[in-house]
């Protein structure tokens, strides 16, 4: 017997357009966050409503972001105003048929809520975590932030609490009248994959992080060299 669907922990959260597309559980929601490297953070003060890219890392059931201590948003979301934050990962654009049914292919997050301020003594920890987001391994390598660094830095992170995913992948969704046109239909499928790393220094060769940055550069290209010969 399959487990039930879990249900949206919030009204601002429960997806209305095309609802079968949302997912509320908790591992579809880590997965997108951990693909993600940014988020968008949006928020509203005296001038307006905001929208901010700003680098993001998952620990737990928390969301956390960094900058400046000057940062006018980090200040006003450190006061505990609402937010809501979004991640997206486009992974194709879906052509069909008819102009009206052209659609795309991704995974999305949203969610809602106020951010806490990480504590002075957890803050080394947390950029830890960063480093072994961008690459497991770096944060035994990288010299870790100084006192003074960590002094003019602001971490927040907001609970995973109030949050809904949303994905769509597959093939078009013609009109069953649109079936006999003689239009190209199908997928462009989207990736974001890495590329040779750039060598500043290696005073001790290469880590084993970068070299698995580079297998996977070689191994998507030949994957391609095979398809387009095949193709």
Not at 23 to 49: K, M, N, P
Not at 97 to 117: K, L, P, T
Not at 131 to 155: F, K, Q, V, Y
Not at 200 to 219: C, I, K, L, M, S
């Amino acid at each position: 017997m399959t487990a039930p669907e879990a249900a949206p922990p919030s009204e601002r959260t429960r997806i209305r357009r095309l609802a079968q597309r949302g997912h509320y559980d908790r591992a579809t929601l880590h997965a997108v966050i951990d693909a993600a490297y940014v988020c968008h953070v949006a928020f509203t003060d005296d001038h307006g409503v905001h929208c901010i890219p700003t680098a993001c890392w998952r620990d737990g059931d928390h969301l956390y972001i960094h900058g400046s201590n000057g940062s006018r948003m980090l200040k006003l979301v450190a006061s505990r105003a609402q937010v809501c934050v979004t991640i997206t990962h486009l992974d194709g654009l879906v052509l069909a048929r008819s102009a009206f049914n052209h659609s795309m292919n991704y995974r999305s997050a949203v969610i809602y809520g106020e951010f806490d301020v990480v504590a002075d003594a957890l803050k080394s920890a947390a950029l830890d975590t960063l480093m072994e987001h961008i690459a497991p391994g770096r944060s035994r390598e990288a010299r870790p932030g100084d006192a003074n660094e960590l002094a003019a830095t602001t971490i927040l992170r907001i609970p995973l609490d109030e949050a809904a995913c949303k994905i769509s992948s597959g093939g078009p969704e013609d009109d069953e009248a649109d079936l006999n046109l003689p239009v190209w239909a199908g997928v462009l499928p989207l990736v974001l994959q890495p590329q040779m790393p750039v060598v500043v220094a290696a005073p001790r060769g290469t880590p084993d992080y970068v070299e698995r940055w580079q297998n996977a550069t070689v191994h998507r290209t030949a994957v391609d060299a095979l398809t387009s010969t095949t193709s």
